[in-house]
Every structure is written in structure tokens, then in C-alpha cells.
Nanobody
Framework: VQLQASGGGLVQAGGSLRLSCAASGGTFSRYDMGWFRQAPGKEREFVAVISWSITSTRYADSVKGRFTISRDNAKNTVYLQMNSLKPEDTAVYYC?????????????????WGQGTQVTVSS
């Protein structure tokens, strides 16, 4: 499975961005899809995950109420709508696919990773 993330950029605090992650080479509808991020000098952290069936989602406490994960299985794409962005949201954002249907918040459980897209939020 190949994952291609896009949609990052520079935005002012309080602004919005929508990230996309397009999948190819596999059966997208059979994977839970997650978003993770890594800021400079920090460990990678979980952001959100959506189940293969689109019925369940989980969010990190730091983004609840501001970020929304969604997916379109017909388009093999997962999205991350980010609103009310804060400078501390600045990071490289990665999408990832998990074949085990665990709705996991742990990066080690994900088998496939995209290349990352940079999000920078200015104050």
C-alpha cells in the first residue's frame, strides 16, 4: 500500500487546513486509517484514527473538538480537517494504515506510512 499525504502549509493561529491522504496498491476499505504528527525534537504522536467501516473514530485529547477525521472509501482517501489551529499543532503530519482493525493509537501497530506533509501554524 502506498500512501500520499498532501494539504499541509503555513497558516495563522486560528486558521484551518484540510489534509488528504490518498492510498493506492491495496484494499483501502480494509484498513483503519490514522494520522500522526511529529514536531521538531519531539516523538511522533497520535492525532486521530478512523475505522475501516467509518463507524468509529478516536482523537488525541489535544485535538478533540478542533480536528475531524473522515474518509471516502470510494476515493481511497482519508482526510483530516483541522480547525482553530494553534502554534503547538506545528509538525509534520503522517497518515498510516493498520490492517488489524484495532483503532489503535499506537504508531507501532500501523503497517504502512505516507511520506508526511508539513503544517506550520504561526502565532
Amino acid at each position: 500500500v502506498q500512501l500520499q499525504a498532501s494539504g499541509g502549509g503555513l497558516v495563522q493561529a486560528g486558521g484551518s487546513l484540510r489534509l488528504s491522504c490518498a492510498a493506492s496498491g491495496g484494499t483501502f476499505s480494509r484498513y483503519d486509517m490514522g494520522w500522526f504528527r511529529q514536531a521538531p525534537g519531539k516523538e511522533r504522536e497520535f492525532v486521530a484514527v478512523i475505522s475501516w467501516s467509518i463507524t468509529s473514530t478516536r482523537y488525541a485529547d489535544s485535538v478533540k473538538g478542533r480536528f475531524t477525521i473522515s474518509r471516502d472509501n470510494a476515493k481511497n482517501t482519508v482526510y483530516l480537517q483541522m480547525n482553530s489551529l494553534k502554534p503547538e499543532d506545528t509538525a509534520v503530519y503522517y497518515c498510516a494504515a493498520d490492517i488489524d482493525f484495532e483503532l489503535s493509537m499506537r504508531g507501532i501497530k500501523y503497517e504502512y506510512w505516507g511520506q508526511g506533509t508539513q503544517v506550520t501554524v504561526s502565532s
